[in-house]
T-cell receptor, first 114, second 110 residues
């Protein structure tokens, strides 16, 4: 079964540094998402992406965050200047042909900001 | 943003007991999805409910969508240790924001 892949699985960075989290969604999917989950807490929506542009973003997704789909396969989340509170698990997800399509999640990237 | 609340936040049950989690929305939902996240894992899609009053079953799991389409429930009969995890409802309606509920963490005591 096709799956969403995320790299790296764990990223450690110093406060103020830029990080790029990478995702390869399922190839024929059209909707892409980033979520964040602080340990033991809820899965928080960050941003959705469709047709090569951001569809929606939450209040968490401020100017420090950006997303790109630089080619036909990758989907990246960039955090420009990381803060301690950005430490969390970041999940990429993709959905098929409609905005209500079930989401397929990657295994996540655990970001630790020191 | 859209608020989808779940209760309880945590539930501990003896193996073999039943378990129910409830999902409540502040607005009417066109449909609702349920996901399960095992400890250390990622959310995995379980089911989608669309119709008012809809009931769907997957083996020991029963999913319901309220008549007013503002609430939903997941009931597990005779829990097993493999049921351990956090169960989330999700609202894919509000534009493309696809909000997840607050989750119910289930612990099954053998």
């Amino acid at each position: 079964e096709p799956e969403v892949t995320q790299t790296p699985s764990h990223q450690v960075t110093q406060m103020g540094q830029e990080v790029i989290l990478r995702c390869v969604p399922i190839s024929n999917h059209l909707y892409f998402y980033w979520y964040r989950q602080i340990l033991g807490q809820k899965v928080e929506f960050l941003v959705s992406f469709y047709n090569n542009e951001i569809s929606e973003k939450s209040e968490i997704f401020d100017d420090q965050f950006s997303v790109e789909r630089p080619d036909g396969s990758n989907f990246t989340l960039k955090i420009r200047s990381t803060k301690l509170e950005d430490s969390a698990m970041y999940f990429c997800a993709s959905g098929g042909w409609g905005a209500n399509s079930p989401l397929h999640f990657g295994n996540g990237t655990r970001l630790t900001v020191t | 943003g859209q608020q989808v609340m779940q209760i309880p936040q945590y539930q501990h049950v003896q193996e073999g007991e039943d378990f129910t989690t409830y999902c409540n929305s502040s607005t009417t939902l066109s449909n609702i999805q349920w996901y399960k996240q095992r400890p250390g894992g990622h959310p995995v899609f379980l089911i989608q409910l669309v119709k008012s009053g809809e009931v769907k079953k997957q083996k020991r799991l029963t999913f319901q969508f309220g008549e007013a389409k503002k609430n939903s429930s997941l009931h597990i009969t005779a829990t097993q240790t493999t049921d351990v995890g956090t169960y989330f409802c999700a609202d894919p309606n509000t534009g493309n924001q696809f909000y997840f509920g607050t989750g119910t963490s289930l612990t099954v005591i053998p």
